[in-house]
């Protein structure tokens, strides 16, 4: 997590408000068999991103409708969305990661157990717990201090809103950093006490609304000064500018102006050019035509007149001799 976004003395103002209450049972029950680590799983899973009599109820409903924990395994999402209820938050990926979490320990173990994590250390239990599929660190974190004693403090989502609304967090935060720093402000011996007082915080509290990274009340009232700020030398200085735009624009405008219009002449003559030509053209060729037709028919005439000249000297000749 960045230095600066928690603040330990806030952090120690509002547990002396919130002062010291009942830890939340580890299975939501207080009877004899919800103590098994697998059912304080389904529990943390219940109880992430909701309160905690969402999460009995909801605790209740699968266990009366389920013959154990690897029949729950075994459900499809919405089946068990069908269980808790069609309205709980996050209904279907809340069902996908239990039940990944479920396969995953079978997976495992080769059975929905965690037996054989009692006689392991407590770094090889973190790691196994944590390294589960689908399991958010708030899970890990409820299984692994109240099965296992390991010093963890559980944060979702909802608890690191309520501290950005309480000054206690500049920004939202990874809830498994906000997590790993309140382990840091608190002594081991008081886990217990600082996490029954934040869930008593998260279930008291109306839920939060998500604020966007980086704008507490704080730093949006520092960057609306900085904009400003910023924004009162920008407008001096575009009325500084002005005059030498306006120069500029007019300047070149003037120049091209009698351009564009020679331009645009000169486009409307050359077609009008092109037409007088093809037309001067079209009367050459005619001119051209009448002449060869004239020539060709006076041709035509003299040869028609020598045929017709020659053939009558030669009936003259015939006459005579006949004579």
């Given at each position: ?145 109240r099965c296992y004693e390991v010093h ?75 904009k400003t700020a910023k924004k009162a ?33 000169v486009a409307k003559k050359a077609p ?52």
């Amino acid at each position: 997590m960045k230095s600066g976004v928690a603040d330990p003395a806030k952090l120690k103002t509002l547990l002396k408000k919130l002062g010291s209450h009942e830890p939340v049972p580890s299975a939501g029950e207080g009877e004899t068999g919800y103590d098994d680590p697998i059912a304080v799983i389904v529990f943390s899973f219940l109880l992430w991103e909701s309160t905690t009599q969402q999460a009995r109820d909801a605790m209740n409903k699968i266990v009366e409708s389920v013959v154990d924990f690897n029949d729950l395994r075994v459900c499809l999402p919405g089946e068990v969305v069908a269980k808790i209820g069609a309205r709980y938050p996050n209904g279907i990926e809340r069902a996908q990661r239990l039940k990944d979490t479920l396969h995953s320990i079978y997976l495992a173990h080769h059975a929905v157990s965690l037996d054989s994590l009692q006689s392991a250390g407590k770094r090889e239990v973190r790691s196994f717990v944590e390294g589960l599929k689908g399991i958010p660190p708030f899970v890990s974190s409820w299984v692994l201090q109240r099965c296992y004693e390991v010093h963890t403090i559980p944060v979702d989502d909802r608890l690191v809103d309520l501290l950005v609304e309480k000054g206690v967090l500049t920004e939202v935060a990874d809830p498994s950093e906000v997590g790993k720093w309140l382990a840091r402000q608190v002594k081991s011996s008081d886990g217990r006490k600082v996490e029954a007082a934040l869930r008593a915080f998260v279930d008291s509290s109306p839920k939060p609304t998500r604020k966007s990274p980086g704008k507490s009340k704080a730093t949006g009232k520092k960057a609306a000064a900085k904009k400003t700020a910023k924004k009162a030398p920008e407008k001096k200085a575009a009325k500084k500018k002005a005059p030498a735009k306006k120069t500029t624009k007019k300047a070149p405008a003037k120049k091209k102006a009698p351009v564009k219009k020679a331009a645009k002449k000169v486009a409307k003559k050359a077609p009008a050019k092109k037409k007088a030509a093809k037309k001067a053209a079209k009367k050459a060729a005619k001119k051209t035509a009448k002449k060869t037709a004239k020539k060709a028919a006076k041709k035509t005439a003299k040869k028609a007149a020598k045929k017709t000249t020659k053939k009558t000297a030669k009936k003259k000749t015939a006459k005579k001799s006949g004579r």
